[in-house]
């Protein structure tokens, strides 16, 4: 299956805001409201951000929102800090056979 | 504190076989169903293959159907990836995560690489 489409690099200076766009097809992203967001920092696991589209796991920033709108899903990062200086990836659930989908993941800097 | 460790990665010449373990504690584990995510060297993330809670429920990517096998010990709280007749481009590190709903896996293992070569 075709990874989703994410920009390879987003960037922002402290206390600005930034979004991630994520593309797919009526298949996966505009299909279900099964998308996620994962945080990767050099050398360490992926962490979940955001899922179901908008949720927040227990923990995560409410500088972290996450929308959809069609076959695009967007990851917000308000109020930037140094720390959200990582790659991200966006997930979908894609169906019962391809179970879900990636995309290639976007390194964001912090300027 | 939930701890997912995977163990069980290294060298293996093509065509080879590994068994990748992950041992879990601090939550209980055979209410979750649990999934394999992979990561080649610079690359991605790549669901392999996923099980629910009580092994009943099992799937795999394409990529790996009939080489890789997804199983769960619940009495020990550790969950296995059989690879077998292994490839160059299955060279990546390996997750196990819990699933918590559709596409959302919330709790990650430190990983532990595979290398593929002669």
């Known amino acids: 299956q075709s990874a989703l489409t994410q920009p390879p690099s987003a960037s922002g200076s402290p206390g600005q805001s930034v979004t991630i766009s994520c593309t797919g097809t009526s298949s996966d992203v505009g299909g279900y409201n099964y998308v996620s967001w994962y945080q990767q920092h050099p050398g360490k696991a992926p962490k979940l951000m955001i899922y179901e589209v908008t949720k927040r796991p227990s923990g995560v920033p409410d500088r972290f929102s996450g929308s959809k709108s069609g076959n695009t899903a967007s990851l917000t990062v308000s109020g930037l800090q140094a720390e959200d200086e990582a790659d991200y990836y966006c997930?979908?659930?894609?169906?019962?056979?391809?179970?879900?989908?990636f995309g290639g993941g976007t390194k964001l800097t912090v300027l | 504190e939930v701890q997912l460790v995977e163990s069980g990665g290294g060298l293996v010449q093509p065509g080879g076989s590994l068994r990748l373990s992950c041992a879990a504690s601090g939550f209980t584990f055979n209410n979750y169903w649990m999934i394999w995510v992979r990561q080649g060297p610079g690359k991605g993330l790549e669901w392999m293959a996923y099980i629910n809670q009580d092994g009943s429920v099992i799937h795999y990517m394409d990529s790996v159907k009939g080489r890789f096998t997804i199983s769960r010990d619940n009495a020990k709280n550790s969950l296995y990836l059989q690879m077998n007749s292994l490839r160059a481009e299955d060279t990546a590190v390996y997750y196990c995560?819990?699933?918590?709903?559709?596409?959302?896996?919330?709790?990650w293992g430190q990983g532990t690489l595979v290398t593929v070569s002669s």
């Open positions: 995560a819990t699933v918590i709903t559709r596409a959302a896996f919330d709790y």
């Open positions: 997930c979908s659930y894609a169906g019962s056979h391809n179970y879900v989908v």
